[in-house]
């Protein structure tokens, strides 16, 4: 029997696809390697115990019997409901002891909360030896996504499960892995935090009013995540580029942009990227750009000008693995 396990999972960039993503069009996601690493340990006692300090939250403790949502950061709800849907699954009577720890800011936008979702629910299934296919993985990350916030198309799930760069139909209805080299991305962080649940609820607000506007980007971003996936196999970084700008030319549409995400695009164009757009729900996190590896210092430059802060990523790293296991 084991008595401590410890894993790790990646954060996610969205490259090609959000907001059409959950009304049912492909996406591609690519991992990066800031990794959330979640121990658990068995502690004999019928408690909850939890340390997550990165995440805000120093020493946080319930009895199993109380587990149930409560105010406090997202990451560590996610943790406690999964933890509660598993024990109604595959009952204990003794509790654990969870650890989290982050190697990125929960601010970036990289996905903390499904990183540390996947890492935890890793680590449980396997301190209590239980064998699961990456696909029931996903299922007991994504209930306890949609328990605690209610909307998501879990391409961050799957992104920190199978590792990569990703094709993904929600919600892992297709998850096929891209043959992808190392991609030649620059990430530039606004310094704004955004709030996907919100950004998610004014696309579908804006959907009830102008349907018909909404479907027709919807339809041209499904269009570009198509050709994304073969050009960015291909390696032809020139048309990935386009097709960024093709990309953030629709999500515009959507009003999802900002001036902030607005102004570290036109920054890395202007220092010759060849496509940039913002990544995620918008509103605020980061922005990625393509770059040639000999403009990359310009382009990094040119966007801390305008006051944004360029990233240092390595994409499509592995996907969760066990660290330790004793
Ligand atoms: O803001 P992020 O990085 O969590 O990305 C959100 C992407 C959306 O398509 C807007 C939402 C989703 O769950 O797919």
């Not at 907001?19 to 658990?40: M, S």
């Not at 115990?49 to 990165?54: I, K, Q, R, S």
């Not at 598993?86 to 003794?94: A, H, M, S």
């Not at 339809?219 to 198509?226: H, K, Q, S, T």
Request: contains cysteine.
């Amino acid at each position: 029997m084991k008595k401590r396990v410890s894993a790790s999972a990646p954060g996610k960039l969205m490259l090609f696809g959000e907001h059409a993503v959950i009304y049912g069009d492909p996406c591609i996601v690519t991992t990066v390697d800031q990794r959330i690493r979640a121990e658990v340990e068995r502690n004999g006692e019928d408690v909850f115990h939890l340390e997550a300090p990165d995440l805000g939250l120093e020493v946080y403790k319930k009895s199993i019997e109380d587990l149930g949502s409560e105010e406090m950061p997202k990451e560590v709800r996610f943790i406690e409901r999964l933890y509660k849907n598993f024990l109604d699954k595959y009952p204990q009577d003794k509790g654990i002891i969870v650890e989290t720890k982050s190697e990125f800011s929960s601010s970036f936008g990289f996905g903390s909360s499904s990183a540390v979702t996947v890492g935890f629910a890793k680590a449980l299934v396997e301190l209590y030896g239980l064998e699961f296919s990456k696909g029931e993985l996903f299922d007991l990350c994504y209930g306890a996504v949609l328990d605690v916030q209610g909307v998501g198309s879990g391409f961050d799930l799957a992104a920190a499960i199978w590792g990569g760069t990703l094709y993904y139909v929600s919600p892992a209805k297709v998850v096929e892995k891209l043959e992808v080299g190392k991609l030649p991305l620059v990430v530039g962080y606004t310094g704004v935090k955004a709030d996907t649940p919100t950004l998610v609820r004014m696309v579908r607000r804006l959907k009830e009013e102008r349907q018909e506007m909404v479907e027709g980007v919807f339809g041209g971003i499904a269009e570009v995540v198509e050709e994304a996936g073969e050009v960015i196999e291909k390696g032809d970084w020139e048309r990935a580029g386009g097709l960024m700008d093709k990309n953030q030319e629709l999500l515009r549409k959507l009003q999802v942009s900002s001036v902030e995400l607005e102004d570290l695009i036109e920054a890395s164009e202007k220092a010759g990227a060849l496509g940039a757009k913002l990544s995620g729900a918008g509103g605020g996190d980061c922005m990625i750009a393509v770059v040639e590896e000999k403009k990359r210092g310009e382009v990094e430059k040119e966007m801390d000008k305008v006051g944004g802060r360029a990233l240092e990523v390595e994409a499509g790293v592995e996907g969760v693995r066990v660290e330790e296991a004793k």
